[in-house]
C-alpha cells in the first residue's frame, strides 16, 4: 500500500507540471520554443530523478520477492503479445 500511494504522490506531481507547462504556454509567459527547451528538460533530468527517488526506500525481502514477481509477469506478458503480433 505505500508503495501504491508513493506512485500516485509521483504521478500526481508530473500531471502537476505538465499542467503548469500548458498554462505558461497558452499565458504566454514562454514561447513555443522555450517551451521545448523547458520540456526537454524536465523530460530528461527531472522526471527521471522524481522516479528514481520516489523508488528509494527500505530494504525487505517481501518487496524484493514483488519486485521479482512483477518484472517477471512483465517479461511474459511482453512475449506472449509479441507472438501474438
Known sequence: MEL???LAK???TMF???AMGYIVIKAKLLTPEQ???VF???LY???P???ISSFQMEYSARKLTGLLLTTASAAVVH???MLLT
Open 35 to 37: 517551451g521545448k527547451v
Open 45 to 47: 533530468v527531472v522526471c
Open 40 to 42: 526537454i528538460i524536465i
Open 4 to 6: 501504491s500511494l508513493l
Open 79 to 81: 512475449l506472449i503479445f
Open 49 to 51: 530523478c522524481m522516479i
Open 10 to 12: 509521483t504521478i500526481a
Open 16 to 18: 502537476l507540471m505538465m
